[in-house]
T-cell receptor, first 112, second 116 residues
């Protein structure tokens, strides 16, 4: 499976934008880039996903590099409730199980 | 009940005891996944069902672990003769479609198993 590399942790101030990077240099042409987050004592929660074009939804934006070897999850205004572990995951539609393969993720800390 | 439901939320088992963990996926979801999450780690894949068929069980750590989804909806993860290293959070996820990278997965809150 193609792997992703993320910083172990990041800090942000409340109400400021946060840019969470992810490197995936071995991504294949058919892999989708998914982001999930996991709040304390909760199961992972879907945030956003994309293939080639940048994506926006009510939670976040996903900026995908032109060569698709990296992506950035953007939280436009961090709140205390955004403190979580953020996972960048490649999802291969050719994998019969299509399971999500989690790495270590980035622990985001938000300071008031 | 819009989300994935898991029960029990917490389970304490004595070493050697058998346990059964239940997952109620979102109605109509074809795919169902089980994950194991040790403290401070990301979730690790255990097994995958497409409807009632178990298509991948490569992540099950030993033959003490068994999962089933007999009618293609509710799934049960059973662990026989529990050991201390089985202590973890067990997560269930479901997804609408089988093989498609363009769909999201929905996770339950997990069952925290502690083996004493």
């Amino acid at each position: 499976d193609a792997k992703t590399t993320q910083p172990n942790s990041m800090e942000s101030n409340e109400e400021e934008p946060v840019h969470l990077p992810c490197n995936h240099s071995t991504i294949s042409g058919t892999d989708y880039i998914h982001w999930y987050r996991q709040l304390p004592s909760q199961g992972p929660e879907y945030v956003i996903h994309g293939l080639t074009s940048n994506v926006n939804n009510r939670m976040a934006s996903l900026a995908i590099a032109e060569d698709r070897k990296s992506s950035t999850l953007i939280l436009h205004r961090a709140t205390l409730r955004d403190a979580a572990v953020y996972y960048c995951i490649l999802r291969d539609p050719n994998n019969a199980g299509n399971m999500l393969t989690f790495g270590g993720g980035t622990r985001l800390m938000v300071k008031p | 009940g819009a989300g994935v439901s898991q029960s029990p939320r917490y389970k304490v088992a004595k070493r050697g005891q058998d346990v059964a963990l239940r997952c109620d996926p979102i109605s109509g979801h074809v795919s169902l996944f089980w994950y194991q999450q040790a403290l401070g780690q990301g979730p690790e894949f255990l097994t995958y069902f497409q409807n009632e068929a178990q298509l991948d069980k490569s992540g099950l750590p030993s033959d003490r672990f068994f999962a089933e989804r007999p009618e293609g909806s509710v799934s049960t993860l059973k662990i026989q003769r529990t050991q201390q290293e089985d202590s973890a959070v067990y997560l269930c996820a479901s997804s609408l479609i089988g093989s498609d990278g363009n769909t999201e997965a929905f996770f339950g809150q997990g069952t925290r198993l502690t083996v004493v």
